[in-house]
Every structure is written in C-alpha cells, then in structure tokens.
C-alpha cells in the first residue's frame, strides 16, 4: 500500500478471505498501485457493505475487488450499489472447493455486471492485473509498469526443460 489515495478497493467477507486476497494486493503492490483493504461481510455487516459501497466513487475509488466464499453474496451487492467496476473473487470453500462461490459470483442477473476469476489464489492474482489494466488506460506510466511486469513473466519462462537438481 502507498501513502497516495487508494483508487483499488479491496473487499472480503472474513478474516480468512485474506489469505487469497493478498495475491491482488502483492501485485497492486508490485505495480505501485493505491489500494485499500476492508473486511466486508455482505451477510454479518450489511450496514458497513451498504455504507462502503455507496461511497466507494465519492472516496475516488476506480476499481472494487471482492472476494467471497460460500455463498458468495458480496460481489454481486456491491455491483448493485456502485457505479464502479466490481471484480469478483471466488474464495475456495471447504465444503464444495469454491465452486459453490464461483457460481454464486459469476450468476448475475442482466443489468448488475461482475466481472468473475478464477477461484482462489490465481483468481485473486489475476483481479490485481485486471484492476490494474483499467487503471492503466487512464495512466501512462501505470500501462509502462505493467508491460515491464507482463515482460518480466515472459522472460521468466525457460525455453528448454531442465533436469532438477540432485
């Protein structure tokens, strides 16, 4: 996090969500992204959903991340109170290993849009670059971070397989 104004929100529905939703905000980080982070449940703190949903575009956020397990209700109610994009999480769940969440996020109705990814850690990882590349069509400098970025990924792949080591 830096000491400039957050434009990224990042919400999840417990303490537990922070496991997979610090991968989004490592690479916010990396890109030298504002961010904040909340816990937002949309079933045990409705009124603080609520609050932080309808002030999310007044506070000069841009983006909302939200991750959810289980039922997987807090992407979906804070696209309905924002103007904002909302990029959905699906928090892995014991019981059904996320794909109950992953239903429940990607299951919008018509008119109330959430941008859905992949469950878990890699979901989270690529809501970081994708709130990121919004921000970045409207920063020049952000688009240069995260081509470097992108290129860095690149360049990281071998191009032969190698033995491991003994």
């Known amino acids: 996090m830096s000491d400039q104004r957050p434009v990224i929100g990042i919400i999840m529905g417990s303490q537990s969500d922070w496991e997979t939703m610090k991968n989004a905000a490592d690479v916010l980080d990396a890109l030298h992204v504002p961010y904040e982070t909340k816990i937002v449940s949309a079933h045990r703190t409705p009124d603080r959903l609520y609050d932080y949903a309808k002030s999310a575009k007044s506070r000069g956020l ?36 996320g794909l109950d969440s992953l239903l429940s996020i990607v299951q919008m109705p018509g008119g109330v849009p959430v941008g859905t990814l992949a469950i878990g850690s890699a979901g989270a990882k690529n809501a970081g670059l994708m709130a990121a590349g919004i921000m970045a069509l409207m920063d020049d400098a952000l688009a240069g971070r995260l081509d470097d970025w992108r290129a860095q990924q690149t360049d990281a792949v071998a191009d032969e397989p190698v033995d491991p080591a003994p």
Not at 77 to 91: D, I, N
Request: proline share 11%; net charge positive; charged share 10%.
């Open 62 to 97: 841009k983006v909302i991340i939200a991750g959810a397990g289980g039922a997987a209700h807090l992407p979906g109610m804070a696209a309905a109170m924002t103007p904002l994009p909302v990029l959905g999480v699906p928090v892995q769940s014991r019981t059904l290993k």
